[in-house]
């Protein structure tokens, strides 16, 4: 019974981790390029305005600032209706490898 109990409390807490995090299904994927002032932010050729409250999170799943986000990152971005940033991804290489396998 105590084993039990203890495997019970072990998958409790590794479960998240098994998990794979929800990408947002109405993102754009594209490159991050050269850091901007903010509150913008350089996608491909573009540069877009982070909206307010708009987030970014990074391939460990943290919240980072726009400061923090590194050129030349794999990421799917969101658009509120006004054009700005929502939220961005930063996508881990086994991300990318399965939006290109759904892509196709």
Known sequence: MRKL???????????????????????????????????TVQVGTEILRLAPGGIIVNSNNLTITQGQLPPG???????????????????????QARLDRTKK
Do not use: C, H
């Open 5 to 39: 109990m203890l495997l019970l409390a072990f998958l409790a807490f590794t479960a998240p981790a098994w998990a794979q995090r929800a990408l947002p299904a109405e993102a754009k994927r594209g490159t991050t390029g050269e850091r901007q002032m903010f509150p």
């Open 73 to 95: 990152s794999e990421v799917l971005y969101q658009l509120d209706r006004n054009g700005e940033i929502l939220r961005i991804v930063i996508l881990t290489p086994e991300e």
